[in-house]
């Protein structure tokens, strides 16, 4: 998502309409699943057998666009429905509506792990929200022996009004995981993960505001950002994750049977 290649930038509007325009657009897509209100298209890369481009859409009634946006910010309430994530928090503040943070997930065992370092942004456009981000390098957080570090290229959510109380949520994600995974691995996160992790943001859309009314109902400093406590970071102390400078694990030959995917792993 750099421009350049090698240059590490906060994101402008024109990359948010960019970014908008793919999350809309049909062309090139693939359908891989749609069943219950949820959609999942994938776009095989020219360059790459293993990185796919993955879109996944669906539709939130009885929970407003501004809801969403607040439940994929909130990262105390992120700990209540993300039961894949082993960590997350934030690093640092680029500016009002741009941060470095970390996340790690758990993968179904027997694959390791996987963590980011990311440089996320978002933007209120009109009447959608919209939040993107790409693999960065920070000095004081390099990858660990415990995890795989995974990049993602290009990573986003877009949220749209459907009508008066309800909203349409797209995610787009183009992630290098580092490894070489088995080719059933790949299918059954479009046909099984990624539909079940877009119902769970769906179900904590509803439940979100009866929880925030209870924790800190004033505190959005992704909405307020005089709220933000966060340490400032300069551009100058991040570089660009290139996939390339890091481990490349080999976990082709595990078996299906040997992977076990809990319900609370999917």
């Not at 065992?109 to 981000?133: A, C, E, H, Q």
């Not at 290009?154 to 009004?161: E, N, V």
């Not at 990624?194 to 769906?202: D, R, S, V």
Request: glycine share 4%; charged share 25%; with cysteine.
């Amino acid at each position: 998502m750099s421009r350049g290649g090698e240059v590490v930038y906060i994101p402008d509007d024109s990359d948010f309409y960019t970014f908008r325009d793919q999350c809309e657009s049909q062309e090139g897509w693939n359908s891989q699943y749609n069943k219950a209100g949820v959609t999942v298209w994938s776009q095989t890369q020219e360059d790459s057998k293993t990185i796919k481009k993955i879109k996944m859409q669906i539709a939130c009634r009885d929970v407003p666009p501004e809801t969403l946006y607040d439940v994929l910010h909130d990262t105390c309430y992120r700990k209540k429905w993300d039961t894949n994530m082993i960590e997350t928090y934030d690093i640092g503040r680029l500016t009002v509506n741009a941060d470095v943070g970390y996340y790690s997930w758990r993968c179904p065992s027997p694959l390791k792990n996987r963590d980011f370092v990311t440089l996320r942004s978002w933007l209120p456009l009109g009447s959608d929200y919209m939040i993107i981000n790409y693999s960065v390098k920070h000095p004081k957080y390099p990858p660990r022996k415990d995890f795989v570090r995974a990049v993602s290229l290009q990573t986003g959510y877009l949220i749209k009004a459907a009508d008066s109380q309800g909203s349409i949520l797209f995610y787009l994600t183009q992630v290098d995981p580092r490894g070489s995974l088995p080719k059933w691995v790949v299918n059954k996160a479009s046909q099984y993960v990624a539909p079940k992790a877009m119902k769970k943001i769906y179900k904590a859309g509803l439940k979100y505001p009866e929880w925030k009314r209870k924790h800190n109902p004033s505190f959005k400093p992704w909405v307020y950002p005089e709220q933000n406590t966060l340490p400032s970071i300069s551009l100058a102390e991040l570089s660009l994750q290139h996939a390339d400078s890091l481990e490349n694990i080999d976990e082709s030959s595990l078996t299906e049977d040997r992977v076990r995917i809990s319900d609370e792993e999917a």
